[in-house]
């Protein structure tokens, strides 16, 4: 608890000063509050509380995400929002069942046991993007604007991550969404064309390497998950800062659309870089020393298709986030655009989390000191720098090749659908039935049974007026009214009951007479 409230603590100081330009109250008050509820969930004490910031953190969150006010950060918005609510709906029921079962809302660990544990594990696995509840990420986080992202990066899936660490340590199911969530979303990443969709897919390869942590479940293990979700946090901050930074200067974001930027934006293309070093493990940067941490887990528990599959994702990570962001964004083919510098309050955000991903990297002892577990790994072993630089130089040179050979994929103008597409073609198809068919069925039950009460209420309403005129043109003909002055008298009661413009005493008179008149026949 107290080293990812460091971190978003952290984290909260830098996205404020990134947005500082910005003249927006909903962007401000929404992240403020979004930093503060994730607090608030990684220090709870009860799964109540936890409850509570949990649902806030998702409101506020899907304010940032419609900051933009376009059409398209609207329609995420509205996906996001729908998608987390289910997820807490998820959280609360097993909440609900795990205090019932155990009589304490006490916050603890919990592991894979019955039915209530299962509905914990997929709400919070949802918030982390686990495959294959994955697909909210890189449909939303890209529509946020150039600051709200930075916001966004940093907080969601990383509360979730934590909740794993403390609830589900030692799950194996955790090591196979992991070494999915490492190698699936690199394949997107390469074919992406958004830079902003390209770091989120990126985002998820990290956390899946959290994950497979998470499932190992031994102290070193452990001890990488939360030290690179620490890293990670910091330095996708760095990229996705870099990126929103392009996007206000220059409006665009796409490969296609952007290059030759390093010429008038010199100070952010280092920034960039050294994010992009560090997410890739390179030696002297912050990566290197939290994720190496869990593929040595790997190693010394002999899962060897773990270990393989990780090592595939770290070469990986060198393709499309190492090189691809900084090389398509800053270099590549030169688009003609002469961007200045963002303003200087972005460059000293960027310029504090660049230092703090060297640093890490450099003087790593002060965040082992900080993890759960005593610490006992080396990082800089001859071992790890050579194996490390040996993926790093094979990354670096298959992406060269394919770029010169022309078989790289080609950047062009379109949209990959992931597993949003079950929501953007059949939620649309499933809405047209219901709509069709239940509304159809609303429609024609309406027509039916509001026919039949108008009736049946016209029909006493009528029923009333002859009953009154039966007893009132009795009396009448007592006192002797007849004839012409009969009839409009018949005529005006009628009219009046009918239009309910009676006085009130007559209308008690009426009641009581009809009463007496059943008593009578009874």
Known sequence: SIIFSYVFTIMAFLGVLFALQVKDNLQHVSGLIYAGSTLGVVLAGDFLSLYLFWEVMAVSSTFLIIASRTKASKEAGFRYILVHLIGGLFLLAGIVLYAQKNGTLAFDYIGLTGIESYLIFIGIALNAAAIPLHAWLPDAYPMGTPTSTVFLSAFTTKSAVYLLI???????????????????????????????????????NQVGFMLVGIGIGTDLALNGAVAHAFC?????????????????????IKCTEIGGLYKTMPITCLFCMIGAASISAFPLFSGFVSKSMIISASAHEKIFLIWLVLQFASTGVVDHAGIKVPFFTFFGHDSGIRAKEPPLNMLFAMGIAAFLCVGLGVYYQPLYNLLPFPVHYVPYTGAHVVGQLQLLLFGALAFTLLILSGYYVPEVKSRNLDADWTYRRL?????????????????????????????VSAFFHRFAAHIALFVMVNIWLLIGIRDKHLEIKKHQLYNDIIDSTLPAGVGAAAAISFIIFLYILI
């Open 166 to 204: 403390r609830t589900f340590p030692g799950a194996d199911v955790l090591i196979i969404i992991g070494g999915l969530m490492v190698s699936l979303p690199i394949f997107y990443a390469v074919l992406e064309n958004d830079i902003r969709r390209v770091l989120s897919y990126s985002l998820m």
């Open 232 to 252: 990670h946090i910091i330095y996708k901050a760095l990229l996705f800062m870099a990126a929103g930074s392009v996007l206000q200067m220059t409006g665009k």
């Open 427 to 455: 939620g649309r198809l499933a809405y047209g039935v219901l709509d069709n068919g239940l509304n159809t069925i609303n429609r024609v039950s309406e027509r039916v049974l509001m026919g039949c009460v108008k009736g």
